[in-house]
């Protein structure tokens, strides 16, 4: 359902010119707000599905017992004269009473038999207590578990009596012998349904009823009481089970009228049609349809079960109608027992319904067990009688004269009617009546392929439509037509299965079962399918062998392999990312599925998608490639050659810009650690000694202590270094004021508050990292460790240790799994931090188990053996531990808690000959735990055998293969499957014109054009001041970086690592958070996104991360939405510039550079970097800016150069002039977005130049302030803001004159300015915000009368 695009993007038309919107705004694409960004990957949660039925049953006895004695009547029933005589359509009076009853018993057990034809059938006519006590003890041992059928008719005995019993003979008919209701349940048993044909039927009803509460409480009282006669009985069953259909009330005769058969209940029950016809003549209605007689009704053409012949037809129609006002009247649960769970019930219940009606217009009320609400008044009814009005009005002329029978156009009126239900409706309503009436016309081909495209429309309408269908039955119908050959019903199939499967996956077992995978594998490898088709069946096919070894079997055999590799390359990026889902799920955990990808090169064909445009389609090729070589079997040369291939491939993705990417990244990664544990065991336990004894050379920078200033107005408010859970302690607190919940984390045991430096609280006593070795809830390796490891890792010359090369695959693997643990987005540092945990508490358990076996005590000095590298446990805390042998932690040192970020303590160690002390120095963790809660666990875990056994026992390794593998998944594949259970067909609410999403957007762009319109009016008349302060406040840390919002009175204050909100019109603030960049990292720099629509924050820091956020500002919590690191390798320099970014939202692109030597352009569409253009310079960039529209880049840089590259040239020839004029640092370099827009750069001494990049020279020069700090040009006014160190800011207008120069703040006694530490401009408004060093930041405007 593609909407002309015009339309879409056209603004609402018939506005007023005054509030005319900017057509750009509705034309700009916005970046990160795809479903992967807004939504969590996860599946949907399962719904219950309730539809298969858990207990199939069939009726497979039947007893007829007739008490007719024709001849005679009861004493108790005076008849009418003339009176009811038809039984079973026979009169009893036409021949000999013998005979008449035997004729009547054989007729009615053929019209049973044309119900259910299998079952035994057994006649009791006449019968005594005992025949019918031998019928029904017989009948039920020979049905066992199923169901038994009891029909009385009691037309020729007294009524039922209020006891509980019903009559029948003596051996010679000479007297009414009462049959108690209690024995005939003994004799019965259950399951079994009871049909009553006799008047006052509803008494038996009751009684009924009466005796089973009667058994149940017998029942409970043998229970208690042993000695209890009942108690050493086999339990009888329960009569929940039993079903009776009773002809009326208790207090109701039943119907005397000649013109009826006198068992009119039974005619109902057996032989609908007929007596329905013969009901249909008898009302004055059918006075308009001549020439229908009773007579003529006998003579309808066709058989029963033969659908298109009048009488196969209309028997058709009723059944449709009866099943669709049973499924519209009846609670769910109800008629799945009743009409779908045994055929015989179904069709009794059925006709149940007509008899109901009938009986009703004769007032009789027939009565069912379990009870069903009224329904002679549904309105099918009428569907049903012009149905019968529209077949009999033909019967004249084609019994006469033989004319073509006309079919009733019934099916295709109620499909109508289901189209329209479709298409009207609002969401919320009532399901549609006719979904029943859909299953049926599924049966006939005439109406099949657009039953099948209602049927598919209805699916798409969401899970609910899923569960409603397979709830009405629908299922075995679509599993049938699997079977069809008919290539126009291929599309409608593969949709209704994509969407029952995205509901229920468990459908898999009967689609192998049913040979029906071999369906979509024919789909999938016909060319000729469009392939959103071929994404449908190959999705089937993906949950046909998830976690299903007989779907892997089955689809291997059938090729699925070869045919998914050949569409491996699809231009459709949905069928590319399910082709490589299903790849990676068939072979997983199947080893036979992986050598035949292995023969087919299938991991080198994967290789092409880890570079694709689509994120989800990388993902799903690392998830692929991830199970690829999770495989457990047995180990060649040659898989580990494979293996080890793969890796490396994978390897290369470590800087993905997507973190889905980066996520499955660390769970493929993971499969390898499993398959290869010794291997990284000896690797980790090499790194780990190298980081113990490596000094890292600390960043530049890491020495400042920020953060807790004595000048604070507010008490110390500490901020939360932890890099895992800063997401869960900030939603912890209030969200607006980092309030006492912060304070009182870090009371201490003492009570006192710790000095909060910026990183003390290190991640391993993170509030919720309970991830980590298995029986500890703190980590074995501490975030600060394995970023001094990956720091250590990329500086020293590690030097090789025996039998592995130190650039092996698993050191190289181990790096980058180091760097993984180290990312911006938490959730991929949580997955690696488990992973890289996960094996060094491996490899220091089987070191430590090594060194206790090898030396009888821990004092003297460890052999020289590879495995004593690895004892980097406190020795103090190893020898603590042994002494209590059976403590389940082996594997954990007591970690100090908040006092270091190392493994190693950073305390003195004790030389290892040296008796070690008594006790290791203790530090309470975060909330002053005591140690032992931490490491010794109430419960002994699987992992421990004690010191004294040797750990590499094989079951040991199981148990810990299956700690690391079990717990890590993405949840990737089941949130995409979600795309099939949502509807597909449906509008996408910003493109509806009424919705609640457009609207707001079109309010932002009202606001948006406003902002620009009237800034402009003042930008015009010239602005000669710049020094009204509209606001001032006191930031809570020192501003690096301001930003105004373009269209919100809001301004962005970035910090060290926490960005502040302020409202600057109601001068309040609004929200302030932690960024979650590492201790010795900065903000440098800040861009919005999507500012003119949805806002998102992104946020650069030194160390080359990028993180963007939504939600701030706005009374909810600032959310992550990406993170990826934007510059790897950041040079570590003592005055760096940092990391500086521009933003294009026209095309999406994003320049990043800073200290490094290249100018990287990241697609935020794709979410990968497009382009590295070498700046050529021995400099870092300060400062970055570009113009979509003539695909320029400036960069300003520390040496003074300006330079200007054109992204559209190769690396080499790209950079296209380079000035020198500016002898220092380049502060600010600007190029103008005009298209014959200037460069316009000013450097730390103050002179500003004005450049046109087609001229070699600069065309002018203006000289302002010395030591300038900040500097800012103001993109609309020409004017340009300078800050200096020495306390002042000064306004130059584009002539070079000072408008304004600013000393002092307002107010405050008339405060000296702080020294400036950034200032901006807002991007329409005559705004220049300013934050200095005293921690204040003020906003400068044009005088009040301009305003």
């Not at 990312?577 to 050598?595: K, T, Y």
């Not at 901006?1320 to 005559?1326: L, M, T």
Request: with cysteine.
């Amino acid at each position: 359902m593609k909407m002309d695009a015009e339309l879409l993007n056209s603004p609402v038309v018939g506005l007023a010119e005054e509030e005319e919107v900017d057509m750009t705004d509705w034309n700009l694409p916005l970046a990160f707000m795809k479903k992967r960004h807004t939504e969590k990957i996860e599946g949907s949660k399962a719904l219950a599905q309730s539809w298969r039925m858990k207990d199939r049953m069939k009726t497979v006895s039947v007893a007829l017992v007739l008490c007719l004695n024709v001849g005679v009547d009861p004493p108790d029933v005076v008849k009418t004269s003339p009176c009811a005589r038809l039984e079973c359509w026979i009169d009893p009076l036409s021949m000999s009473p013998q005979k008449a009853l035997e004729t009547i018993g054989a007729n009615l057990q053929k019209q049973y038999e044309n119900w259910q034809p299998r079952a035994r059938y057994k006649q009791s006519l006449d019968p005594t207590v005992d025949e019918v006590k031998k019928l029904c003890t017989s009948l039920r041992r020979n049905a066992k578990e199923e169901r038994v059928l009891f029909h009385y008719n009691g037309h020729g005995v007294p009524r039922p009596t209020v006891n509980g019993e019903i009559w029948v003979f003596n051996k010679n008919y000479t007297q009414y012998i009462p049959l108690s209701i209690y024995d005939l349940q003994t004799w019965m048993g259950s399951p079994s349904i009871f049909v009553y044909d006799c008047s006052n039927a509803g008494i038996i009803v009751k009684s009924f009823k009466q005796f089973a509460l009667q058994r149940e409480q017998e029942l409970e009282v043998a229970a208690i009481n042993p000695n209890h006669p009942l108690a050493q009985m086999p339990l009888p069953p329960s009569m929940k089970n039993c079903i009776q259909l009773a002809a009326c009330e208790a207090s109701e005769l039943l119907p005397m009228n000649p013109d009826l058969p006198a068992d009119l209940f039974t005619s109902c029950l057996t032989t609908p049609i007929k007596i329905a016809l013969r009901w249909f003549c008898m009302q004055k209605s059918a006075k308009l349809v001549p020439g229908v007689t009773l007579d003529l009704i006998e003579k309808i053409p066709g058989r029963l079960n033969d659908r298109r012949t009048p009488l196969g037809e209309l028997n058709w129609i009723f059944t449709a109608i009866t099943d669709t006002i049973a499924w519209n009247v009846l609670p769910r649960d109800l008629f799945q027992k009743l009409f779908r769970q045994d055929l015989l019930v179904a069709s009794l219940f059925r006709n149940f319904l007509l008899a109901e009606r009938i009986m009703r217009s004769y007032n009789c009320t027939p009565v069912s067990s379990p009870r069903l609400p009224p329904t002679y008044m549904h309105a099918m009814w009428q569907a049903w009688d012009l149905a019968v009005d529209i077949c009999l009005s033909q019967l004249p002329t084609i019994i006469e004269e033989g004319t073509a029978f006309r079919h009733s156009p019934f099916f295709a009126e109620q499909l109508t009617a289901f189209q329209v239900w479709l298409t009207m409706g609002v969401e919320n309503r009532n399901p549609p009546e006719q979904l029943p009436i859909v299953l049926q016309v599924l049966l006939s081909q005439v109406h099949r392929l657009r039953a099948l495209d209602l049927l598919g429309r209805f699916l798409d309408l969401g899970p609910w439509a899923v569960s409603l269908a397979l709830s009405v039955g629908i299922f075995p119908y679509v599993l049938k037509l699997l079977q069809s050959s008919a290539r126009e019903l291929r599309p409608l199939l593969v949709f209704i299965w994509a969407k029952i499967l995205a509901v229920d996956s468990s459908c898999q077992a009967d689609l192998v079962k049913d040979n029906g995978h071999k369906y979509f594998l024919s789909v999938l490898a016909d060319p000729y399918m469009p392939a959103e088709h071929r994404t449908m069946a190959v999705f089937i096919l993906a949950v046909i062998v998830n976690n299903y070894n007989t779907g892997q079997e089955a689809c291997l055999q059938g090729n699925l392999i070869a045919i998914c590799l050949e569409q491996l390359n699809d231009p459709h990026p949905l069928l590319r990312q399910w082709v490589a889902i299903c790849l990676g799920r068939i072979w997983q955990n199947f080893d036979s599925a992986r050598w035949c990808g292995v023969r087919d090169s299938a991991h080198e064909k994967l290789y092409s998608l880890l570079s694709d445009p689509i994120p989800e389609v990388r993902c799903a090729a690392v998830f692929a490639l991830g199970t690829f070589v999770g495989n457990s079997a047995e180990r060649t040369d040659h898989s580990t050659t494979i293996d080890h291939n793969v890796a490396m491939m994978l390897a290369q993705l470590i800087n993905d810009g997507s973190p889905i990417v980066r996520k499955e990244l660390v769970v493929a990664l993971s499969h390898l650690v499993v398959q290869y544990e010794s291997n990284f065991c000896t690797v980790a336990l090499q790194f780990m000694e190298e980081e113990k004894n490596y000094a890292v050379p600390s960043p530049a920078n890491s020495t400042e202590t920020g953060n807790v200033t004595p000048g604070r107005d507010s008490p110390a408010i500490p901020r939360l270094r932890s890099v895992n859970s800063y997401t869960n302690l900030r939603a912890a607190t209030t969200s607006r004021t980092l309030n006492k919940s912060l304070q009182n984390l870090n009371l201490n045991e003492e009570g006192g508050p710790a000095a909060f430096s910026p990183g003390n609280l290190s991640t391993s006593s993170s509030a919720s990292s309970t991830l980590g070795s298995p029986d500890n809830d703190e980590y074995l390796l501490s975030f600060e460790t394995i970023d001094k490891m990956r720091r250590v890792s990329s500086y020293s010359s590690l030097n090789s240790l025996i039998g592995v090369s130190f650039n092996s695959v698993y050191t190289q693997i181990w790096r980058v799994l180091l760097h993984l643990a180290a990312d911006p987005f938490p959730d991929v540092s949580d997955l690696a931090m488990k992973v890289l945990n996960s094996i060094a508490y491996k490899a220091t358990m089987n070191a430590r188990t090594q060194r206790i076996l090898d030396s009888g005590s821990l004092t003297q000095s460890a052999p020289a053996s590879p495995t004593s590298k690895g004892t980097l446990i406190h020795q103090a805390g190893a020898s603590h531990r042994s002494k209590r042998s059976s403590s389940p932690s082996s594997g954990s040192p007591p970690m100090p808690g908040a006092s270091s970020s190392s493994l190693t303590n950073e305390v003195p160690k004790p030389p290892v000959r040296e008796a070690p002390p008594a006790r290791p120095p203790y530090t309470p963790t975060l909330g002053g735990q005591a140690p032992h809660s931490q490491q010794f666990p109430r419960t002994r875990k699987m992992f421990d055998k004690g010191p004294d056994q040797a750990a590499e026992d094989g079951d040991e390794t199981a148990a810990h293969r299956s700690f690391i593998s079990v717990n890590l998944q993405t949840g990737l594949c089941d949130w995409s499957a979600k795309y099939f259970a949502q509807p597909v067909m449906k509008i996408p609410e910003e493109h509806d014109l009424e919705s609640q999403v457009r609207k707001e957007r079109e309010w932002r762009f009202l606001r948006n054009a406003r902002v620009r319109r009237q800034s402009q009016r003042i930008t015009q008349k010239g602005v000669t001041r710049l020094d009204d302060q509209i606001f001032i406040n006191r930031n809570p840390g020192v501003p690096s970086v301001v930003k105004f919002h373009p269209f919100n009175p809001c301004i962005a204050v970035a910090d060290k690592d926490s960005i502040c909100f302020w409202d600057w019109e109601k001068g309040e603030r609004l929200d302030y958070f932690y960024n979650g960049n590492p201790r010795y990292t900065h903000i440098t720099s800040m861009e919005y996104l999507n500012g003119h629509d949805c806002s998102l924050l992104l946020t650069a820091t030194d160390d080359g991360a990028l993180r963007i956020w939504k939600n701030f500002a706005d009374q909810r919590n600032p959310e992550m939405v990406t993170a990826w690191q934007g510059l790897s390798d950041m040079l570590p320099t003592t005055r760096g510039a940092g990391m500086v970014v521009d933003w294009e939202q026209e095309t999406g692109l994003l320049m990043t550079s800073g200290d490094v030597r290249v100018i990287r352009i990241w697609d935020t569409e794709r979410e990968m970097k497009v382009q590295d253009i070498p700046t050529g310079a021995d400099s870092c960039v300060t400062s970055l800016s570009c113009d979509p529209q003539r695909s320029l880049v400036a960069a300003g840089l520390g040496d003074g150069s300006v330079r200007v590259y054109d992204r559209r040239m190769g690396p080499n020839e790209c950079r296209v002039m380079t000035y020198r004029e500016h002898g220092a640092w380049v502060v600010k370099a600007h190029l103008q977005k005009e298209p014959e827009g200037h460069i316009i750069s000013v450097s730390v001494n103050g002179d500003v130049r004005f450049f046109d990049p087609r001229m070699p020279e600069s065309i002018n020069i203006l000289q302002t302030v010395k030591g300038l700090t900040a500097l800012d040009i103001h993109p609309q006014a020409n004017l340009f803001a300078c800050g200096s160190m020495n306390q002042f800011i000064a306004v130059y207008n584009s002539n070079g004159d000072v408008i304004s120069n600013i000393k002092y703040y307002d107010g405050f006694m008339g405060q000296r300015i702080g020294a400036i530490s950034c200032l901006a401009f807002h991007p329409y408004w005559p705004h220049l915000a300013v934050g200095s060093n005293d921690y204040y930041m003020s906003i400068y405007s044009a005088e009040k009368r301009l305003r």
